[in-house]
């Protein structure tokens, strides 16, 4: 883990410095963290490997464009980079509206619908595990415009790799059906939602440990499977 002093600029305040205190002393947490997710994902991605073909046909042949979508987003310590998903938009949706998506957004594609309902669209992240840009369990990652609208106490969610699943992303599950209704969804995301779940994520960085990752995953689960 970096010092404090190599942190960003921005990171090196008073309210990140008591998350980072925290953090720092659990030197077990974060080796057995990383060497979870390696040991993980590569099982993930030989169970998943042909599901995850298949899945690839399927966006495919159901609409132009790649089947991979990649879009900056920033990770541990401010670095940016490239989170891969299983496309469920039209192409170039990016370029067509706001970076965050309603449930009534016209850019999705069917079987967008249904792969972001399973969160099956997902699944490319575990590349980004094992890389080392993401972990199983953390903040899910923001896109740089929405990170520089982060109030000091924020950024401590920086100090740990960004994550597929979190309790912030149990909670808000159903983020599209609460934007739904938006005018600005921009502003609503940033003023309404972030906030609330920056709540979640600041517990987790401040909670974090593998019995604790673990919890998170198992939970993940029943609420994507089970209401």
């Not at 990171?11 to 993980?40: C, E, G, P, T, W």
């Not at 464009?65 to 490239?82: D, E, L, N």
């Not at 299983?86 to 792969?115: C, E, H, W, Y």
Request: aromatic share 12%.
């Amino acid at each position: 883990m970096r010092s404090f002093e190599k942190l960003p600029e921005y990171m090196q305040n008073d309210a990140v410095k008591r998350y980072y205190d925290i953090v720092h002393k659990k030197v077990v947490s974060r080796v057995l963290k990383r060497l979870f997710d390696i040991i993980l994902s590569i099982i993930i991605i030989i169970i998943l490997l042909i599901p995850m073909v298949i899945i690839s046909c399927i966006v495919g042949l159901g609409s132009k464009g790649g089947v991979i979508f990649k879009q900056k987003r920033v990770t541990a310590y401010g670095k940016t980079f490239y989170i891969l998903k299983f496309r469920t938009m039209i192409s170039g949706a990016d370029k067509k509206g706001s970076q965050v998506t309603a449930a009534n957004d016209s850019r999705i594609t069917p079987q967008g619908r249904v792969l972001r309902k399973l969160r099956l669209d997902e699944l490319p992240q575990i590349f980004n595990v094992l890389k080392g840009d993401m972990s199983i369990v953390g903040t899910r990652p923001e896109v740089p415009k929405y990170v520089e609208k982060y109030t000091p106490e924020m950024y401590a969610t920086l100090l740990l790799p960004a994550g597929i699943t979190s309790p912030a992303s149990i909670k808000f599950k159903n983020e599209q059906e609460l934007l739904k209704n938006s005018s600005s969804i921009d502003a609503d995301y940033v003023e309404k939602v972030l906030p609330e779940k920056m709540k979640y994520n600041l517990e987790y960085t401040e909670r974090f440990n593998i019995f604790y990752d673990l919890k998170v995953i198992i939970a993940t689960f029943f609420g994507v499977f089970f209401k």
